[in-house]
Every structure is written in C-alpha cells, then in structure tokens.
C-alpha cells in the first residue's frame, strides 16, 4: 500500500469514538473458537472463551536499548475510521476510507496480506469530528459480510471473494437532515432471527429500528420513533421471549425480532450534548446500562411485561463509551470520560450497584476478557494486562503498542490481538507461542 497523508485535529477525534463501543448480551454465538467475527466478539460481550494467552509479555532487546511487549506478527498503514476489526472465516476484516471512498479489506491473519477489496463510494462529511471514516465494525455471518458506513450506507459482501450481493443507501431511504446525529452513524447491525437489524435513527420515517432481509437487504419491517444512539443492539432470551434490546437516544428498547413490536421501554438518556453509547448487558434477567454525561447507570428486572428498575446512580459507573465486561458475576469497566478527566478503572457488583474497588486517575480504554484476565487498550496506545478479580488492581504487563490516539475496538482471535490508530493497524501475537 502507498503512504498516504491523513489530516486530523486530535481535539476532534475525541468526540466520534462513542460511535464504536459496547456489546454486551447473549446474542448467539456466530463464531467458531478463535473467531470475532463482530462488534465485542461472538457474543457481543467482549469475552474471548476459548482463547489462551501469556501471562506476561517477552522483553526484546532493541536498538536504543530494551523494549517490552508482545511481538508484532505484522503491521500496516490504515485511512480514517474508528471501525475495529472481524475476524472469522480465515480472514481479517478492516473497514476504514481512503479519499472519497469506504473500503472494506479482507486480509490473511497471519500475514495481513489482502485478499480482496470492495469499495464503496462515500459522502460523509463530519461536523464534530476531523475524522471521516466509518465507525462500525464488520459483521461476519453465514459467509457475508455486512457494512454499515458512517453516512448509513449498508452494504452485503461475499466473505471468500469480496463480490457486492446488494447495498443501500438508508439515510436516503428513511433519515432526515435534522436525524443525521453528531458522528455520524456508529451503531453495529445484529444478525437475529434471520434479519440484519439497524438501529437507524430514521424516527420521522417510524424507522427508528429497521430490519432487513440477509439475502437482499430488502426492509421487512420498521419500527418506533426513536433517534439512533451510537450503542450496538444485542439478542436475549427473557422470560422464555426471544428479544432484540437497543438502547436509542433516550431509551432502552427491547423489540421481539419477528414482528417489530415493542416488548418494553425504558428511559434512559438525557437531552443536550450527551451520548449513549455503551452497549447493555443482560444478566440473569436484568438489563444494566451506563453512560456519563449525568446519566449514569441503570439496572432493572426485564423478566416481566413492565420493567422494574432496581438501583440508578451516576456514583457506580458511568461510562461513557466502554462496555463493561463481566467476570464471576463482577462487572469491569471505565467510569468517567476521556475528554473530562479523570476516569477510573472499576470493578462493580451489579445486582447491588456497588463498587468493589476502583484505579483512580486511569484514563479511558476498552476492555476484553480472556483466560481470567483483563485486555485494555488505553486510548494513549497503551496496552496492558491485568487479573479479573475482586482483589484490587492486579497488572501483569504493559506496553506502548500505539503510537497516537486510538479509539477503535480491539479484537482477540486465534491468540492475535488487532489494534489501530489513526495511522496503523498492528497484530500482536499473545499467545506466548512465539517467545
């Protein structure tokens, strides 16, 4: 690939990494082990179950004295986007823009040799943000790839070959000058029940939700009112009902997937310049949802027609992009905002909405689980590894991995960690195999 000059503010790229984060649910498992083949893995959780990884990283001798870290499989240079990576099907998805167009590239995991390119013509012009690329990460099922660009183009390719199967243009189809949203469009589309949902925004068209048919990309049908949020939907059984649960602008929305009917609604959300953004949880039959911004955290019991909510605070965890992963029945995450400091690293048990112990003054990142331990990737490009435990802190290795800020979504597949900033997307082996 040839260097290519990318323009940026830092100040700016702050505000579009909301559009990115969260997933945390029970949707069904898409992947087979060693696979991440959508936002926050095969689960939408951020949890890696089947991967193994090094409990400390090799220290490497360099010029200009030693350096610590896990090896770089393999690196290269990337455009514009927030969008993290997929992994399934023997092949690496990054989707991101150079000049006036989204590419999306499948890549050889060991080698981040490409295979094939589709692009798509684009658009999008930010108005909060320098950056111009997409924000949502690939959606890999049953042999397609599924795109949703940051001005709401959605398009359907061939995972072996890359070939369009269709595309369309839903900010022209159902949303509205005034429904654009701050960021552009940051919320990834779920596979369930044999549809592709999209929580689209599209309110004044009562296509707030919409699904599409997987073949042709077709509507099937569109639902509520609601303005889109940058927080990714998830899939649950509840009380024996199958469910599809987005949080939008103001609310947390759970919709039955065949017909579009609204099971339940929950307000949350607050007007003004805020952002929902994390992705909700379901555990044992209760949602929990967080968001900075003065919103803060809310748990309630789902199991019922009409929801009840157990604790709200703003004094637990209020994230303002980070999904919280779930270990032992114990919550891990990031209270605070990146852009007003500090933020701290916690640990919270969520039935109660109490804390357990919290690292002050730890700066914003995204969370994976796997083998008992914490992946976090610092928005500083720093990369750490930590136990899961209610014990307090407990740090295992850390390196710098990136060199600027990163706001993209890490992924974990086959013991390779993908990471990228504004400038580079590097494989990390941490697997410890290769020491």
């Given at each position: 690939m040839k260097p290519f000059l990318l323009l940026r503010s830092p100040?700016?790229?702050?505000a579009s990494?909301?559009?990115?984060?969260?997933?945390i649910g029970l949707a069904p498992a898409l992947a087979a082990a060693g696979e991440w083949p959508?936002?926050?893995?095969?689960?939408?959780?951020?949890?890696?179950q089947d991967e193994r990884i090094a409990e400390r990283w090799p220290v490497r001798r360099a010029q200009g004295g030693p350096a610590d870290g896990p090896p770089v499989k393999w690196q290269r240079e990337v455009g514009s986007g927030l969008a993290g990576m997929a992994v399934a099907g023997g092949k690496a998805l990054l989707f991101h823009r150079i000049g006036d167009e989204e590419l999306a590239e499948a890549m050889d995991p060991s080698t981040g040799q490409v295979i094939w390119t589709a692009r798509f013509p684009t658009r999008y012009v930010p108005t909060y943000t320098a950056d111009d690329g997409p924000r949502c990460v690939p959606l890999i099922h049953g042999g397609r790839v599924y795109l949703y660009g940051a001005r709401r183009g959605l398009h359907c390719v061939r995972l072996d070959d890359g070939k369009v199967l269709w595309s369309r243009d839903l900010f022209k189809d159902y949303v509205s000058a005034a429904e654009e949203g701050f960021f552009g469009a940051g919320s990834s589309p779920l596979v369930e029940g044999g549809k592709l949902l999209v929580n689209l925004g599209g309110g004044r068209a009562g296509a707030g939700i919409v699904a599409l048919d997987l073949d042709t990309g077709n509507t099937i049908w569109k639902a509520t009112g609601e303005e889109a949020s940058y927080s990714s939907p998830i899939a649950a059984t509840i009380g024996g009902r199958r469910q599809a649960i987005f949080v939008t602008r103001y609310h947390v929305v759970s919709i039955d997937p065949k017909t579009g009917d609204v099971l339940w609604r929950i307000r949350f959300g607050a007007r003004g310049p805020t952002v929902n953004a994390a992705n909700p949880?379901?555990?044992?039959?209760?949602?929990?949802?967080?968001?900075?911004?003065?919103?803060?955290?809310l748990y309630a019991d789902v199991r019922q027609a009409q929801p009840k909510t157990v604790w709200k605070s703003d004094d637990v965890m209020s994230s303002q992009y980070t999904t919280c992963v779930r270990s032992n029945g114990l919550l891990y995450g990031v209270d605070g905002r990146h852009d007003v400091p500090p933020a701290a690293l916690r640990c919270i048990e969520p039935s109660q909405g109490r804390?357990?112990?919290?690292?002050?003054?730890?700066g914003k990142a995204s969370l994976i689980l796997a083998d008992g331990k914490l992946i976090i990737l610092k928005t500083d490009g720093q990369l750490l590894l930590a136990r899961a435990t209610d014990a307090g802190y407990r740090p295992l290795a850390t390196a710098q991995v990136l060199s600027s800020d990163t706001h993209a979504l890490p992924a974990l597949a086959g013991g390779l960690l993908y990471v990228r900033d504004q400038r580079a997307l590097k494989c990390l082996d941490l697997s410890g195999k290769s020491e």
């Open positions: 100040a700016c790229r702050l990494l909301a559009c990115l984060f969260g997933a959508q936002i926050l893995g095969p689960d939408r959780n951020g949890i890696a949880l379901v555990l044992d039959g209760h949602v929990f949802v967080s968001a900075s911004y003065g919103v803060g955290a804390v357990i112990w919290s690292e002050d003054n730890y």
